[in-house]
């Protein structure tokens, strides 16, 4: 944020964050039009082109706004994070893994995972996000790219009963111990009690290659990232695309 508020503008911003922080009572078409306001389509610097997604970039208010005047939880939908990057590149590239599957694209963010799915002929999506902020952003960036919206969870689904999924994509999700572990678990019964394929997207953050999951990973592919992804993520390089194997 550039320069200071006057008193009238505080009190401005104030009113209307008061107004707008509650997101359960507030209808969707004000998010969207919040959405639409401070956000910009982009996504051709990323490595999925051909998908346009509504992202927070430098050109936008917030960018540069002090963040306690953003009306919602923080706006982990608005980036599109190196993991979820590669998982989208890595389904565009091989259809055949989505095609007429039911598919779980879990901490689904802005929707690209399950975007690619769609787009490579998936029977059934759902994107589970617990934001309900990133829903609309779902949405909305299906609508963008030609595409019928998937359903929309806003539930936690980590550690509830299995359900039907052939497979699950997580993006991005192992920034955090605790949170890790309680996937390590999970995503451990859904493999055997229902089968499912999980296929994880990760740029190599130090949560992840420490975890004792890790090990049970097989690797499927790697893309080297844009530069203008790796200066927005600190110089990582590459981002890596991997499959499950319990047994391993």
Request: charged share 20%; glycine share 8%; with cysteine.
């Amino acid at each position: 944020m550039s320069g200071l508020l006057t008193s009238r503008t505080c009190t401005r911003h104030v009113r209307l964050v008061t107004r707008c922080f509650s997101k359960i009572c507030q209808p969707d078409e004000n998010i969207r039009r919040f959405i639409s306001e401070n956000t910009e389509v982009a996504g051709g610097q990323s490595l999925t082109p051909e998908i346009k997604l509504r992202l927070l970039t430098p050109n936008c208010r917030f960018w540069r706004e002090r963040p306690e005047l953003w009306p919602f939880d923080d706006p982990y939908w608005a980036i599109y994070w190196p993991g979820g990057q590669a998982l989208s590149r890595f389904i565009l590239d091989n259809p055949e893994v989505s095609r007429g599957q039911t598919v779980l694209d879990l901490g689904s963010g802005c929707g690209a995972s399950a975007i690619a799915a769609q787009l490579c002929g998936a029977a059934h999506v759902v994107a589970n996000d617990i934001d309900a902020v990133a829903a609309v952003a779902t949405h909305m960036n299906c609508e963008l790219n030609g595409l019928k919206s998937p359903v929309c969870v806003t539930d936690n689904l980590i550690g509830s009963e299995p359900d039907g999924f052939d497979l699950i994509l997580l993006g991005d999700m192992f920034y955090d111990e605790a949170l890790a572990s309680s996937l390590h678990s999970w995503l451990d019964r859904c493999i055997r009690v229902r089968g499912t394929k999980v296929l994880i997207g990760d740029p190599g953050r130090a949560q992840f290659e420490g975890h004792d999951i890790r090990r049970l990973l097989h690797q499927l592919a790697q893309f080297e990232l844009p530069e203008s992804v790796r200066e927005e993520n600190y110089g990582l390089t590459c981002s890596r695309v991997w499959c499950y194997h319990p047994e391993l």
